[in-house]
T-cell receptor, first 114, second 117 residues
Framework: DVKVTQSSRYLVKRTGEKVFLECVQDMDHENMFWYRQDPGLGLRLIYFSYDVKMKEKGDIPEGYSVSREKKERFSLILESASTNQTSMYLC?????????????FGPGTRLLVL | AQSVTQPDIHITVSEGASLELRCNYSYGATPYLFWYVQSPGQGLQLLLKYFSGDTLVQGIKGFEAEFKRSQSSFNLRKPSVHWSDAAEYFCAVGPLSTTSGTYKYIFGTGTRLKVLA
């Protein structure tokens, strides 16, 4: 079974704090993703990574950065948290077989920025 | 532009009734299509996926979906809903090429299912 874990289920931070969200997958997947989920907006892609140290901006990268130093770990960083970053953050990794890709998700981190 | 639409924000059905959740997409070629389910406070779980071949796809938990190219749809169905099916359901479509030559997927805004006892 594919297992994607996220370091925290719930986080409460203050405006201006630096926030790290960690994601680990145990299936040697090449690609990893960070999404945020907000009511009525569905999932929006923040950043993704297709290899170690490689990253690409998604649809809403502003205010975020990422790090992928090891294949199994993909971190999302909020350099200076703001209240509009209060959201549910979902990590995913993907299995690619014969050009066909399937994403598998972690349990999510619900972040509250006060 | 590629897009995916889930027209129904909320759906309420009685336990034991049949269910159909709608998903419409806009895509230039034959897409890859997915349905995920999210229980409250949880991540997304893959229900089923379509890459090619048989247009009727069977998934987990008794769900199925049918790819209809002429209607640009990939609707999710279940013949008899259980109270435990109450959740939010997301349709996704891709692949969309990116600047790095990799691919990403886009997700609908979700349909929240309520099941009446």
């Amino acid at each position: 079974d594919v297992k994607v874990t996220q370091s925290s289920r719930y986080l409460v931070k203050r405006t201006g704090e630096k926030v790290f969200l960690e994601c680990v997958q145990d299936m040697d997947h090449e690609n990893m993703f960070w999404y945020r989920q907000d009511p009525g907006l569905g999932l929006r892609l923040i950043y993704f990574s297709y290899d170690v140290k490689m990253k690409e901006k998604g649809d809403i990268p502003e205010g975020y950065s990422v790090s992928r130093e090891k294949k199994e770990r993909f971190s999302l960083i909020l350099e200076s948290a703001s209240t509009n970053q209060t959201s549910m953050y979902l990590c995913a990794s993907s299995l690619v077989r014969e050009g066909r890709e399937t994403q598998y998700f972690g349990p999510g981190t619900r972040l509250l920025v006060l | 532009a590629q897009s995916v639409t889930q027209p129904d924000i909320h759906i309420t059905v009685s336990e034991g009734a049949s269910l159909e959740l709608r998903c419409n997409y806009s895509y230039g070629a034959t897409p890859y299509l997915f349905w995920y389910v999210q229980s409250p406070g949880q991540g997304l779980q893959l229900l089923l996926k379509y890459f090619s071949g048989d247009t009727l796809v069977q998934g987990i938990k008794g769900f199925e979906a049918e790819f209809k190219r002429s209607q640009s749809s990939f609707n999710l169905r279940k013949p008899s809903v259980h109270w435990s099916d109450a959740a939010e359901y997301f349709c996704a479509v891709g692949p969309l090429s990116t600047t790095s030559g990799t691919y990403k997927y886009i997700f609908g805004t979700g349909t929240r299912l309520k099941v009446l006892a």
